[in-house]
């Protein structure tokens, strides 16, 4: 599966399948997460899903109301964000108005952020425990009927679960384009481990900004610094439970024990590493 993109590296091959375990194709995307709650802008929809052995499974289809059409960038327009979330808290205490209670989304994640949207207060609730609303657009939530919000929450764990929101269907990643992602991958951190800078640089796209705002260049005379300061023994790591098999959404971690943790996103459409999402702290320096 990865040779083709390795150049019949065997040596690199071999890493990567000790790394990642033989069982790894059987279950990627199984031990990403229990629940995938889907919210479709385009037909106001939302589909739950659990996690099964060859996939997911349709356990629920629930008419929602979202924001006006769009994907959200300022606060204060009124649109539903599009991406990949968390559920972060269950919010009991709301105003009658949000129903019973509600789930608070991770909205803004980093990647909003890098792309500077703004605003906050993304919820899943229900609707007016008296009364009616006054329209079906919501001010960027995703809104239902409050009986069944109460069965979205026997239905999932939130701790578990992924949101995510998009105006079409999502398209799932191929295995091949999993692999080249993974090939790139183990590419990018054996330049690292040898501490060949030059090799090194040469995967990250001319585009490149760190979650802070920092440029390329700068992020780059950054890491250099870091080689330079740490010993020869560097260990990194990928996590296979962060490499998503939904497009748009492959995440690796670079992790350089005692120096520096880093999470990269990296479009599989594109060849290279576009931007650090995560946290990054250093304490070499």
Known sequence: MFQKYL???????NVIEVDLGSK??????????????????????????KNKKN???????????????????????LKTPLGVYRLTSILKNVDKFYGPFA????????????????????????????GNRDNNNTKGCIVMDND?????????????TYLLISETTPLTATKEEIA????????????WRESN???????????????????L??????????LKTINKNITTSILASEISKFKNSIISVDETKQTAQDKFYKDISSDKLISLIGDDFDTSR
């Open 7 to 13: 150049n019949n590296d065997l040596e690199l091959v």
């Open 197 to 215: 800078f030059d090799k090194y640089k040469t995967f990250y796209d001319a585009s490149f900004k760190k979650y802070d705002g920092m440029n």
């Open 103 to 130: 789930f608070e989304t991770s909205y803004p994640n980093m990647l909003d952020k890098l792309k500077n949207k703004d605003g906050h207060g993304i919820w899943i609730h229900g609707k007016p425990l008296k």
């Open 24 to 49: 790894f194709w059987n279950t990627l995307g199984n031990t990403l997460t229990l629940n995938l709650v889907h919210v479709d802008t385009a037909n106001v929809s939302e589909e739950v899903l």
């Open 217 to 226: 260049k700068d992020f780059l005379d950054y890491k250099k610094r870091i």
């Open 55 to 77: 996939g997911f499974d349709l356990i629920d289809k629930i008419d929602v109301l979202t924001g006006l059409d769009g994907d959200k960038e300022k606060e204060g327009d």
């Open 180 to 191: 080249k992602i993974l090939a790139f991958i183990y590419k990018w951190r054996r330049a």
């Open 148 to 160: 069944k919000l109460e069965k979205l929450k026997n239905e999932i764990n939130y701790k578990n």
